[in-house]
């Protein structure tokens, strides 16, 4: 087969597709062309004008900025004007005497002026400095600045003791009487000095108000703790009184006083029959335990001695010890 034949049967185009390969060739030409021959042609940019409204809006920025009026023109309350601080000297520390001193005298010695005048008004309330000690409770003043003040102080460190003047040695009075001369009746009954130990699980507020410093509400408070708990096993209870958790000297008074009698039958708690109201009420067990418990004996059955109470995790050993002389099983 010859070349020019070869080529023609494989590379040839038909008239059909001549055609079609032109006018494809125009539309690619014309998709390439006509964009930019369609695009508005675009004009030259000058910032002439831009730059010139620009300035025109910065003038007037700086002009409305001075003529702005100040703050103190808004208010309605014009600022009073402070005359200006005179600035004191220092002065090198010397021995002095506080009572002759003025404000400025005190800021001489670096102290500011606020404290400078509270000093010297503190000196005119109490008639005049007599110690050191007086000076070093003044408020704001440090202790640093005591201590560099206080060796130059001329005064005792402290006041002198008071001198015992009593009504009775200024304005003596006949035994018996008031500084009126009306016999002296007192509202508040006089306290035993000598008082006789009395039994704590028998004795009501009145024998427990002849305690010193046992008055009506913490004697009833004691009678209503011991009613809840069945009564008094040994005084160190009475520690476990809210009022007197943190009154040991109060808690010594009472077992100085008082004792538990050996042999006192104490209220016993039913923990099988009792209750959720009583169990609660008792100060060694509360809502929270009586609760547990209550719910316990009906899920296993009725407690057979106070040892199974042990079973119950919140109740811990040292409340366990507490409440089992209380706690009987029916």
Partial sequence: MKPSRWVRRYFGFSRRETSGFWVLLGLLLACLLLPPLLRPRLTTYDPTSDQQQLDALAA???AQRETKPTYASYSRYPRRPYPARVRVPRVLLAPFNPNLFTSVDWQARGLPLWLAERLVKYRDVVGGFRAKEQIRKAYG??????????????????????????????????PGTTLAGAPATSKFARKPRNLQPFDLNAAD????????????????????????????????????????????????????????RSGFALNSLDVNNAPFEILQAHPYLGKRLARVLVAY?????????PADLRQIRILDEATFTKLQPYVVIK
């Fill in 297 to 305: 004996r009906q899920q296993h059955g009725p407690f057979r001695q």
């Fill in 141 to 174: 003043l440090s202790d640093t600045t005591y201590a560099r003040l206080a060796p130059y102080i001329q005064l005792p460190e402290q006041l002198p003791p008071r001198e015992a003047h009593t009504y009775a040695s200024r304005y003596p009075t006949t």
């Fill in 205 to 260: 507020t009145t024998q427990l108000m002849q305690i010193r410093g046992i008055g009506r509400g913490l004697s009833t408070r004691i009678v209503e703790y011991r009613q809840r708990l069945g009564g008094f096993q040994e005084e160190g209870q009475l520690a476990e009184i809210y009022s007197l958790r943190d009154a040991p000297d109060l808690v010594d008074s009472l077992r100085k006083y008082t004792f538990v």
């Fill in 60 to 62: 007037e920025l700086t």
